[in-house]
């Protein structure tokens, strides 16, 4: 079985070179508050969209995260590449603003049977030619801590596009799938997250997982939901370990630094 190695380098301010192809990070910002970290996020990626209300959060809340700047500066910094949707959320002002400095806008108010993530994630899929998508990872600022349907919303966007790389980010954790295709190898930035962490059998239960690297490993272990699933779980070290049958959601605290 083929080995998937995961590292939440983006949460460092420089990302170390260790010798393998680097990844290209895209990020989507969301219509939820923006975590503080986001600068770093937006300075690590190389395409940056706001998902429909995300543009207002974007225009809000970056001027809070340099409450000592000009707003006005902050948002000229901060311009996305893209901003997609139905459009049924963003402000009028907002949507002026950053058309004006030159932001794409790819309004699909047609469809109203996928959500704005949704449609953010088929942009960086198929319209975005330039980018190298050899080693592509997504990055979603404000995923959790709102509305469950939008939260189980985001969440299903991670099985739409599976075998993309697509990380789910609030303030407080992040988020991401580990397919059931490969074994895996998570690499702990232990400066910017952890010891709190869980493997959660969402979408169908897991017969057999086993893992290392936890301070309650898991072996040759049943999951699901009605029986035993991984919350509340500790890190040991630097490296955590993951085989299972079925497909898993990874998830793991950000340290407030
Ligand atoms: N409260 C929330 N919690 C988590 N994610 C959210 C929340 N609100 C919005 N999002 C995410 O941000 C994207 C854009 O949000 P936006 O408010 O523009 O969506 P919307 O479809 O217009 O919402 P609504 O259901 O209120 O009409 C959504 O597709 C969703 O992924
Ligand atoms: C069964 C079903 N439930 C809800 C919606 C509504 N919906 C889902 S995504 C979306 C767009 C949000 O920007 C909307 C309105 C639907 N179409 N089908």
Same mark, same amino acid.
């Given at each position: 079985?083929?080995?998937?190695?995961?590292?939440? &380098?983006?949460?460092?301010?420089?990302?170390? *070179?260790?010798?393998?192809?680097?990844?290209?990070?895209?990020?989507?910002?969301? /219509?939820? /508050?923006?975590?503080?970290? *986001?600068?770093?996020?937006?300075?690590?990626?190389?395409? +940056?969209?706001?998902?429909?209300?995300?543009?207002? +959060?974007?225009?809000?809340?970056?001027?809070?995260?340099?409450?000592?700047?000009?707003?006005?500066?902050?948002? +000229?910094?901060?311009?996305?590449?893209?901003? !997609?949707?139905?459009?049924?959320?963003?402000?009028?002002?907002?949507?002026?603003?950053? *058309?004006?400095?030159? *932001?794409?806008?790819?309004?699909? &108010?047609?469809?109203?049977?996928?959500?704005?993530?949704?449609?953010?994630? &088929?942009?960086?899929?198929?319209?975005?030619?330039?980018?190298?998508?050899?080693?592509?990872?997504?990055?979603?600022?404000?995923?959790?801590?709102?509305?469950?349907?939008?939260?189980?919303?985001?969440?299903?966007?991670?099985?739409?596009?599976?075998?993309?790389?697509?990380?789910?980010?609030?303030?407080?954790?992040?988020?991401?799938?580990?397919?059931?295709?490969?074994?895996?190898?998570?690499?702990?930035?232990?400066?910017?997250?952890?010891?709190?962490?869980?493997?959660?059998?969402?979408?169908?239960?897991? !017969?057999?997982?086993?893992?290392?690297?936890?301070?309650?490993?898991?072996?040759?272990?049943?999951?699901?939901?009605?029986?035993?699933?991984?919350?509340?779980? %500790?890190?040991?070290?630097?490296?955590?370990?993951?085989?299972?049958? &079925?497909?898993?959601?990874?998830? %793991?605290?950000?340290?407030?630094?």
């Amino acid at each position: 079985m083929e080995l998937m190695r995961h590292s939440s &380098s983006f949460l460092l301010p420089t990302i170390p *070179t260790d010798g393998r192809s680097s990844t290209t990070y895209a990020l989507v910002i969301l /219509n939820q /508050n923006l975590p503080r970290f *986001t600068p770093l996020l937006w300075k690590h990626a190389q395409v +940056r969209l706001c998902a429909d209300g995300g543009a207002n +959060r974007l225009y809000d809340e970056m001027p809070e995260l340099f409450c000592s700047e000009d707003a006005l500066d902050v948002r +000229r910094r901060y311009k996305p590449d893209v901003i !997609k949707g139905d459009m049924d959320s963003i402000r009028s002002e907002v949507l002026d603003f950053y *058309t004006t400095l030159g *932001t794409k806008v790819v309004d699909e &108010s047609h469809d109203q049977d996928t959500t704005d993530l949704h449609k953010c994630m &088929s942009y960086i899929c198929d319209f975005t030619p330039d980018l190298d998508k050899s080693n592509l990872c997504i990055l979603v600022a404000g995923a959790l801590g709102g509305r469950f349907d939008h939260e189980s919303g985001n969440l299903n966007v991670l099985y739409n596009f599976s075998t993309t790389r697509i990380i789910l980010i609030s303030d407080d954790c992040l988020i991401h799938l580990l397919p059931k295709t490969h074994s895996h190898e998570i690499y702990i930035q232990s400066s910017a997250e952890g010891p709190h962490c869980g493997l959660i059998p969402i979408g169908m239960p897991s !017969k057999r997982t086993t893992t290392t690297g936890l301070k309650w490993d898991l072996n040759d272990t049943e999951m699901k939901f009605g029986g035993l699933i991984s919350t509340s779980n %500790i890190v040991k070290g630097e490296k955590v370990t993951v085989q299972s049958d &079925s497909d898993l959601l990874w998830t %793991i605290s950000i340290k407030k630094l």
